[in-house]
């Protein structure tokens, strides 16, 4: 026996069967107790350089919890409901939450955490690939996996970021907007006259809201005296608590829009027969302020309302789109009317100038051509 330290310091010892072993104090666990940790090594030089090391990390504060590592299953669950909990919003927790129980935890959940290895994660993602998951979905996985392990290597649960080391899958392209022309846009709105929520798809494509941006629109949030209507909320559906209202998905999201006087007078229809209805449903009526709402005042569930906009289209004779496309229409048609590429990242709410231009670029090559025209008739006619 040799190297026994005093009463809270590390001891080294070596043991009958010659091994050298080390005793390190650690401080206290969870529950109060003392926590102390064991090393051993074949000779004293290699148990006095682990003891020094488990020391550093005691004295730095970054030492584990003793015990068994962690799983991956227990570090996303904690770091799903106290870390991601107070950054993301409720839908992306949720998001989270069914990614880790769904095509993380049935895999890779009962590895030990500072054991993942990339080829763990390669070995998942191809396999979610097998089982019908998009490339899309996998990308989301790993971009969880990466932000979830960051935060496990710097509180040094691991000693990397295994994510860092694994290309996703191979994503496939966007697919192109498919935006109806003027002649199409006016034969949804002639069919949609005299229909309940008539206005809602004259808002679609006259001003290019995101859908959860128009099913939570309020009243309060359109002033019809001044022709402006302003995003301030959207409207989603949250496993647990129904039909909530978010904050929007960016900064750039809440806007101010200048609204087309025929629109405003769609609105002002609108809001007399919604008043009518409110009367015919009496004590049934919850006011929800809703600009696009059921009968009975509450707010339209993002399903039907999709329902209603492949109605619509069939009753138009009109070539079916995607309800986005609405909003792709609408900027579309902006954007061929001269509008600034500029102006039209505002009305839609973008974050920056590259994702309209990114998204419109079918659009960019006549643009282009028409200022070209242009330009030939300011300097040479």
């Not at 970054?62 to 068994?68: N, P, T, W, Y």
Request: glycine share 6%; proline share 4%; charged share 30%.
């Amino acid at each position: 026996m040799a190297g026994r330290g005093a009463n809270g310091r590390s001891t080294i010892v070596k043991n009958a069967d010659g091994r050298w072993h080390g005793f390190v104090s650690m401080g206290s666990k969870g529950d109060g107790r003392r926590d102390r940790r064991h090393v051993s090594a074949a000779t004293r030089a290699a148990v006095v350089a682990k003891v020094k090391e488990l020391e550093i990390k005691r004295d730095a504060g970054v030492a584990a919890a003793s015990g068994r590592s962690m799983l991956v299953e227990d570090w996303l669950t904690y770091w799903a409901d106290n870390i991601a909990a107070i950054r993301v919003r409720e839908r992306t927790l949720d998001t989270y939450r069914a990614l880790i129980r769904m095509h993380v935890v049935p895999y890779i959940g009962k590895r030990r955490l500072d054991q993942l290895q990339p080829e763990d994660l390669e070995q998942t993602y191809k396999q979610l690939l097998a089982k019908g998951l998009s490339p899309a979905s996998v990308l989301r996985v790993h971009r969880m996996l990466h932000r979830a392990l960051k935060i496990a290597m710097q509180r040094e649960r691991v000693a990397r970021n295994v994510a860092t080391l694994v290309e996703p899958p191979r994503q496939e392209r966007a697919k192109t907007p498919e935006p109806l022309d003027v002649e199409e846009c006016k034969r949804v709105l002639a069919a949609a006259e005299g229909q309940r929520n008539a206005a809602r798809w004259t808002v679609a494509l006259a001003l290019g809201l995101r859908q959860s941006e128009a099913l939570g629109l309020q009243w309060k949030d359109i002033d019809l005296d001044g022709a402006r209507l302003s995003v301030r909320r959207g409207l989603h559906r949250v496993p647990g608590q129904g039909l909530v209202f978010t904050e929007p998905k960016t900064d750039r999201s809440r806007r101010t829009i200048a609204v087309p006087a025929p629109l405003i007078e769609a609105l002002r229809r609108h809001r007399v027969a919604q008043a009518s209805e409110r009367l015919v449903a009496g004590t049934d009526w919850e006011d929800w302020d809703i600009v696009f709402a059921q009968p009975n005042g509450r707010p339209l569930d993002k399903h039907s309302d999709y329902e209603a906009w492949v109605k619509l289209l069939q009753r138009a004779g009109v070539r079916h789109i995607r309800l986005h496309d609405g909003r792709h229409t609408a900027a579309t048609l902006l954007l061929t009317a001269g509008v600034h590429p500029r102006v039209v990242m505002e009305l839609l709410g973008h974050s920056q100038m590259r994702t309209t231009t990114d998204i419109y670029s079918h659009v960019m090559p006549a643009l282009a051509q028409e200022a070209a025209d242009r330009m030939a008739k300011t300097l040479w006619t």
